[in-house]
């Protein structure tokens, strides 16, 4: 079975590689063939990502991520895919056109929602410059410094909490991160000053991370400061988010298939109020103009991944898989359901059929043909076994 990982992020957005280059040299390393970009708001990565997979025959599929609203499940207090957020809706596009274009009007929509996420972080470091303790340890966050040194155009909360640990670690004369040969560890004293330092900034709050766990650091800095609650937090303006059925008119401009991401189940086995009961749940998305769905698959247990894929495929939706790699986690590309459980073989199957799926429709649209959904969004999903047969042509002769 073709190993394939359809939604992995890159530097272009927030991402655990430092570079796409990284990124596909990580997968041929780990004998994943297809893989897919998957950045939110931007499709800048396209090129590198079509180079870099050609020179190390991989198949690239074409893919992007928004975030909308769905105003009807907000006042409802319904959650759909973000657990904490009634009503805010993850959209993934997937097979967008290469070379990309958009036309107007929805090349300014989406240019109008990347600046409102972009303003909304340079709200929150504005807010962390004038904390007490930044100030007082001398740290200053330069705005420019952080678009030149550690985005590609999108910034996001993720870039800024990047930044305070640099600085933290700067000023302490702690260093960067840990080696990955582990040959040296910084010095204690040095530690206890960058542990002291957060601290501080944390409101006396404790860092429960190993200050050379750059990730956790992260993570808490994160969720301690640029979180609901935290210091610096700037609430998104109602302008970052569209609402569902704009999201979807722009990713069918860009030639993609719109395509709900699941949030399934947790630690607990516990699903959002949209996602809960899963014949309902196929329904409602058929009606809401989705005909392919994706899961993440280290969220989910492997038993209840599978429950929720199989009923999904065998109700016509294209099913396809992916690890993100949005934090500044590292983990393999290579797929795993929840503590790193192999997926089943029917899993692997499904992924399949869906990645094919997308490596066909995006070579039509290319084309100006009509793709697996038409302009209007409009799927025959009896047909979902051509473009199944097509994909696995394309794909094999690219990677053979």
């Not at 899963?278 to 998305?285: D, G, P, R």
């Amino acid at each position: 079975m073709i190993k394939i990982n359809a939604h992995l992020h890159s530097p272009y957005s927030f991402s655990a590689f430092s570079s796409i280059d990284q990124a596909l040299d990580m997968a041929l390393a780990e004998g994943v063939k297809v893989v897919g970009i998957n950045d939110f708001y931007t499709t800048a990565g396209y090129d590198a990502w079509a180079e870099g997979c050609k020179a190390r025959g991989l198949f690239p599929l074409f893919n992007i991520e928004l975030i909308s609203l769905n105003e009807a499940d907000q006042k409802a207090g319904r959650r759909v895919n973000d657990p904490g957020n009634p009503g805010r809706t993850y959209i993934s596009g997937k097979g967008l056109r290469q070379p990309f274009r958009l036309d107007e009007p929805y090349a300014g929509l989406l240019a109008g929602v990347l600046k409102e996420s972009n303003d909304q972080v340079v709200a929150m470091l504005n807010r962390l410059n004038a904390l007490p303790a930044i100030q007082e340890a001398g740290i200053r966050l330069d705005l420019q410094w952080i678009l030149d040194t550690l985005t590609r155009g999108m910034f996001r909360e993720r870039h800024l909490a990047k930044a305070v640990r640099l600085k933290v670690a700067e000023v302490t004369g702690f260093g960067d991160s840990q080696p990955p040969s582990g040959e040296r560890r910084p010095a204690a004293a040095n530690a206890i000053a960058f542990k002291n330092l957060l601290e501080k900034i944390f409101g006396g709050k404790e860092l429960k991370s190993d200050p050379a766990d750059a990730a956790g650091v992260e993570n808490e800095i994160r969720g301690n400061l640029l979180k609901a609650g935290g210091a610096a937090f700037v609430p998104e303006t109602p302008e970052a988010f569209l609402p569902v059925e704009t999201v979807q008119a722009i990713i069918l401009a860009g030639g993609g298939i719109p395509t709900y991401p699941f949030l399934a189940d947790d630690a607990k086995g516990a699903y959002t109020d949209f996602e809960s009961k899963l014949e309902e749940v196929a329904e409602e998305l058929t009606e809401r103009g989705f005909h392919s769905v994706e899961f993440i698959t280290t969220r989910n247990g492997v038993e209840l991944l599978e429950k929720y894929a199989v009923y999904l495929h065998e109700q016509g939706f294209v099913v396809t898989f992916g690890s993100e790699h949005n934090t500044p986690a590292m983990e393999p590309i290579e797929l795993f359901a929840r503590n790193s459980t192999p997926l089943t073989e029917k899993l692997q199957q499904i992924n399949f059929e869906g990645a094919c799926v997308v490596a066909a429709h995006q070579h039509l649209v290319a084309q100006g043909l009509r793709g697996y959904v038409d302009a209007d969004g409009k799927a025959d999903r009896s047909k979902r076994a051509e473009f199944v047969a097509l994909g696995k042509e394309l794909i094999e002769r690219t990677i053979n």
